[in-house]
């Protein structure tokens, strides 16, 4: 099977964080407000580094001068390079335009994620996952009691996604958590266009061609995109994420 070290991490860094403007007040990118007293994507690279991610291309846009001077091309035992959306790509656009760095090129698996959330996972099950089905994508999936805000990813009996479904509120179900393991060959399936949703273009349009699987996480997750979930993470995040545990996959 196939290690963590086959894997270069890309995350998703340069939305306009419109939502967190009251906090941001457009000063700073929104995967670099600070909790407790660090960037937000500190975190997120900490947690590469555990998981034995030697390499992460940030695709940055919005304010991108503040991560790129700040982190520079080294962060610990991480290798750091640069995507530069020059105009907005939306999520699937800046993957596509990220997955053309040489570091992703040369890798067989991409672990992808979104700059303004968390959520405890382990990277060997998910390469597990990917291997044991021949998945072309795993999807780290969360069990909320509301999915309201999210919309709810459902699976068949092995795990294989099967349908996105709308935001209503008040019913409990599984969430996509913006955490995916995919191989690299997939981005020759992305649509042809610069600027394009990954979760409504690509995702939903081939859910029921594709081979996406769902990894669920019973780990803390945490998105920061809002100002009370932001207010929340200051709180709790820390400790939260100081005591992950190994993560079960879906039955």
Request: proline share 4%.
């Amino acid at each position: 099977m196939v290690s963590s070290h086959t894997a270069t991490a890309i995350i998703l860094c340069g939305g306009m964080g419109t939502r967190l403007h009251a906090i941001t007040k457009d000063q700073t990118a929104k995967p670099m407000v600070e909790v407790a007293g660090r960037p937000f994507l500190q975190y997120l690279l900490d947690y590469l580094i555990q998981q034995g991610i030697s390499q992460v291309v940030l695709a940055v846009g919005h304010h991108k001068h503040i991560i790129m001077d700040y982190f520079g091309e080294r962060y610990e035992s991480l290798t750091i390079r640069y995507s530069i959306e020059t105009n907005p790509l939306g999520t699937g656009g800046a993957l596509k335009q990220a997955m053309q760095n040489p570091a992703v090129q040369q890798s067989e698996l991409a672990l992808v994620l979104n700059g303004d959330s968390f959520i405890g996972f382990d990277l060997q099950d998910m390469i597990k996952q990917l291997t044991q089905h021949n998945a072309d994508l795993v999807m780290a999936l969360r069990e909320m009691d509301n999915t309201g805000r999210y919309g709810r990813v459902t699976v068949d009996r092995n795990s294989k996604l099967t349908a996105f479904e709308e935001k209503k509120g008040g019913q409990p179900g599984t969430i996509n958590s913006g955490v995916y393991l995919m191989r690299t060959s997939l981005r020759e399936r992305f649509p042809v266009q610069p600027s394009f949703s990954f979760e409504t273009d690509f995702l939903e349009v081939q859910i029921r061609k594709a081979a996406f699987y769902g990894y669920l996480s019973g780990s803390y997750f945490i998105d920061i995109g809002t100002p009370s979930d932001y207010k929340q993470a200051q709180t709790e995040f820390v400790n939260k994420i100081n005591t992950q545990q190994t993560c079960p996959t879906l039955t």
